[in-house]
């Protein structure tokens, strides 16, 4: 007896694919196919080994489809911006000058806690539809500009609220323990227990938190500090990143990866036993090279001694008012290659397979495989290096999220 004709919703043809399925490949399929159904990925080949099929035909026009990207990491959610400092910062004030004078996240606090939620959801869309307009298909929404219970559950409600009305894929993490607020001034340990005590169980318990964050640096939270948050986090069975070595190396990725860590974040003052840390935990590197561009900084994150460890790379715009006000994945890309000495195809996997990885996502997102979803985007491109070459180009022909096209591109 035949095998039944497979009840597919969808087929996309005349595509070249980047599977990106498989470590160090692009997996590349020259006429590729990729079958739908239900919102995934029911089949995925060369077109020739396509069975026959009911469905509605997609035809690619010969463009290059890769599995829709994810951008790992973003503070896109506040209000104002900070262009007064970037000024400041050029005519020669330091950091610690700006931040004396108000400056800093603290500016942004104020900004974020003064604005209504509808005012943040309307000053934050420009930023999240300029990423979905390259092919950004699963976005991370950081809270960290509120500081107060009110307002970290404004920002995370905003942040939902993208997922319900556009066509994403969104994953908020708390991030309250980013900066210390004013009314604490002096008090870190009083913040961190209001913290872990009643701001993180109160947003756990509305549904608002997918991941827990900390800032651990010299101008941030204490490892013990940050340790008490992870342990909060665990205690509610969420997993946990960690903004890591950015300014100074506290040992913060050795931290995050003792609490099994999807990510830790930054990295350019890594130390080698925290890059072997992350290697036997699994724990990925997230490389946000607008930061170290905007901030003019000169140490570079360990690349090699990641790269010879195996720990997963991925990489992320860190849109954020202050370090990296950075819309662009692709020019993320690009950064993560000409600054950090990626390779295209590590870029790739950075925004990808590797970048599900860092939100815990890969089961189901990040490469194009039956079983995980329709999420993909199509590149006007003829080679996948393409896509982290062109300074300031966009060559996004279209993308499908949840087997369903949409009109962002």
């Given at each position: 007896m035949a095998d039944p004709v497979p009840a597919w919703d969808a087929v996309w043809v005349n595509v070249r694919l980047a599977t990106m399925a498989e470590p160090g490949a692009y997996g590349e399929i020259p006429d590729g196919a990729v079958a739908v159904r239900n919102g995934r990925i029911a089949w995925v080949g060369p077109r020739a080994a396509l069975p026959a099929c009911a469905a509605i035909v997609h035809d690619?026009?010969?463009?290059?489809?890769?599995?829709?990207?994810?951008?790992?990491?973003?503070?896109?959610?506040?209000?104002?911006?900070?262009?007064?400092?970037?000024?400041?910062?050029?005519?020669?004030?330091?950091?610690?000058?700006?931040?004396?004078?108000?400056?800093?996240?603290?500016?942004?606090?104020?900004?974020?806690?003064?604005?209504?939620?509808?005012?943040?959801?309307?000053?934050?869309?420009?930023?999240?539809?300029?990423?979905?307009?390259?092919?950004?298909?699963?976005?991370?929404?950081?809270?960290?500009?509120?500081?107060?219970?009110?307002?970290?559950?404004?920002?995370?409600?905003?942040?939902?609220?993208?997922?319900?009305?556009?066509?994403?894929?969104?994953?908020?993490?708390?991030?309250?323990?980013?900066?210390?607020?004013?009314?604490?001034?002096?008090?870190?340990?009083?913040?961190?227990?209001?913290?872990?005590g009643e701001m993180l169980p109160a947003l756990h318990a509305a549904g608002l938190v997918d991941a827990v964050d900390a800032y651990c640096d010299r101008v941030g939270f204490t490892a013990a500090q940050t340790e008490r948050v992870f342990r909060a986090a665990r205690a509610r069975g969420l997993p946990v990143k960690l903004h890591a070595e950015q300014l100074s190396d506290q040992d913060g990725a050795a931290l995050a990866a003792r609490y099994g860590g999807l990510s830790a974040d930054h990295l350019e003052h890594l130390s080698a036993s925290g890059v072997a840390a992350m290697a036997a935990a699994g724990t990925a590197a997230v490389l946000l090279p607008g930061a170290y561009y905007f901030l003019r900084e000169t140490r570079l994150p360990p690349l090699e001694a990641l790269r010879d460890a195996g720990v997963p790379l991925a990489l992320a715009t860190d849109c954020n008012p202050g370090t990296?006000?950075?819309?662009?994945?692709?020019?993320?890309?690009?950064?993560?290659?000409?600054?950090?000495?990626?390779?295209?195809?590590?870029?790739?996997?950075?925004?990808?397979?590797?970048?599900?990885?860092?939100?815990?996502?890969?089961?189901?997102?990040?490469?194009?495989?039956?079983?995980?979803?329709?999420?993909f985007a199509l590149w006007r491109v003829e080679r996948p290096a393409e896509l982290a070459y062109a300074i300031g180009a966009n060559p996004c022909a279209g993308s499908v999220k949840d087997g369903m096209p949409r009109s962002d591109c």
């Open positions: 690619g026009g010969g463009c290059l489809l890769t599995p829709g990207l994810i951008d790992c990491h973003t503070h896109i959610v506040y209000a104002g911006n900070r262009s007064e400092e970037f000024e400041a910062r050029l005519n020669g004030a330091s950091y610690e000058e700006i931040a004396q004078r108000g400056g800093g996240i603290l500016s942004t606090v104020r900004a974020t806690r003064a604005a209504s939620e509808q005012a943040l959801f309307d000053a934050s869309l420009p930023r999240v539809k300029a990423l979905m307009a390259e092919g950004v298909t699963t976005l991370e929404v950081k809270s960290g500009y509120g500081l107060d219970p009110e307002s970290e559950a404004k920002m995370l409600r905003v942040a939902r609220r993208f997922g319900e009305a556009l066509p994403l894929r969104v994953k908020t993490t708390f991030l309250g323990a980013h900066a210390l607020p004013p009314e604490y001034a002096g008090r870190a340990d009083d913040y961190i227990d209001m913290l872990c990296s006000p950075m819309t662009s994945l692709l020019l993320a890309m690009n950064m993560g290659c000409t600054l950090f000495r990626m390779t295209p195809l590590e870029a790739l996997a950075g925004v990808t397979r590797n970048a599900a990885a860092a939100l815990g996502v890969g089961h189901e997102a990040g490469t194009l495989a039956p079983g995980k979803r329709a999420d």
